[in-house]
């Protein structure tokens, strides 16, 4: 039997959608794309949505939009994908990496020891659908005047003292990605309830231009605009917002899909010795984006041995994520394993387990037995 890790759940109803997108005079930044934001702000209770090219551009536009560049740093999770930290190097800014908890998510205690004169923003990321403690956060950010944008790129969905994940901070900013819990296949958007950003992302998202092409072709000199600031061509085209629309009317669907899985694996792995289940009492506030165990070492086999043996046997697992510090990029800055304990440790014992809306539970037993038979030290 073959497990992938996730599988995008495409039903009639987005094939025809899409097909139906096709149809439309313009198919780039237009009345889909406007619908889309619209509902994405009503479902967040947030005063703007902007739909961007994808979930880097969401957390790019979002830092220059708010003044941040040269000279800046800006703190983010050691453990989070590549991509948080690439859109502050693409700003200007300089990374300014903090160690996270055991739920995964950016320690506050670690934000408050990377503070400097020089930090101008937090990014916590709400890692695998769960929401970060914003409550900490944000006091942290209110003391010492700094922005707060969050990545919730994991986390469409989820969230935190009945107020959804990105209404905290200057910005959210979401990826839609095809793993996702909903997918445009490349997508994102930014919700922020500030006026003065929002009309600068617009403006930055389309090359700097004071005018989308709909504004201008409802003049009579279309070719007549101005250049406000150099920009980016970080659009979100129709057929993408398309989808987007109709995975929306699925949210509900899909996310209880999701979160049945894992209340599934939490029954049949709870009390495998070894096995520990990473927010195992948290699963209300879960959106479950990933479904992530440790292996500890009483288990018997290692992490990676698990890993190993699973995927011989078809099972696609992974480790979300190879913490920044150890990327080449970072080492040069002289960073090491000390320096991020907790982040080092989960690496180390965290696996990512198969999970989609579509998972079945026979795929799933077939995950656990496999699991439990490592356990047992049946590992052929």
């Known amino acids: 039997m073959e497990v992938p890790l996730s599988k995008p759940w495409i039903t009639d109803l987005e094939r025809k959608t899409i097909l139906a997108s096709l149809n439309t005079p313009n198919l780039t930044d237009g009345p889909k794309l406007r619908k889309f934001e619209s509902i994405v702000a009503k479902k967040t209770k947030s005063h703007h949505a902007l739909g961007v090219s994808n979930g880097t551009s969401a957390l790019h536009l979002s830092l220059v939009g708010l003044g941040i560049g040269h000279n800046d740093e800006v703190i983010t999770p050691d453990m989070t994908f590549i991509a948080t930290v690439n859109a502050v190097i693409l700003s200007g800014a300089t990374p300014v990496l903090a160690d996270i908890d055991e739920s995964l998510n950016i320690s506050a205690e670690s934000i408050g020891k990377k503070i400097t004169r020089k930090t101008k923003a937090i990014i916590p990321v709400h890692f695998a659908g769960l929401a970060c403690n914003m409550n900490k956060i944000m006091s942290i950010a209110k003391k010492n005047k700094l922005h707060v944008i969050e990545d919730s790129a994991h986390a469409f969905g989820a969230y935190y003292k009945k107020k959804h994940v990105g209404t905290f901070g200057d910005a959210g900013c979401f990826s839609f990605y095809p793993t996702k819990n909903i997918t445009t296949i490349e997508g994102g958007m930014i919700i922020t309830d500030s006026q003065k950003l929002a009309a600068r992302v617009m403006t930055l998202r389309n090359h700097g231009l004071n005018r989308n092409l709909i504004q201008r072709n409802k003049t009579t000199k279309p070719w007549d605009y101005d250049t406000i600031e150099p920009g980016y061509n970080y659009r979100l085209d129709e057929v993408r917002s398309a989808l987007g629309l109709a995975q929306l009317s699925r949210l509900d669907e899909i996310s209880s899909k999701r979160i049945q899985a894992a209340k599934y694996y939490n029954s049949k792995l709870n009390g495998i010795k070894g096995i520990e289940i990473v927010n195992y009492e948290k699963v ?42 150890m990327f080449s990029n970072f080492k040069k800055n002289g960073l090491k394993d000390s320096d991020f304990p907790v982040s080092v440790k989960m690496y180390n014992e965290c696996l990512t387990l198969p999970l989609f809306p579509t998972i079945t539970r026979k795929q799933q037993d077939f995950v656990v037995n496999n699991i439990r038979k490592l356990s047992s030290g049946n590992i052929s």
């Open 284 to 325: 209300k506030e879960h959106v479950y984006h990933l479904y992530i165990i440790r292996i500890k070492e009483d288990f018997g086999v290692s992490r990676n041995k698990v890993h190993q043996m699973l995927f011989k046997k078809g099972i696609r697992t992974t480790v979300h994520y190879k913490p920044i510090h």
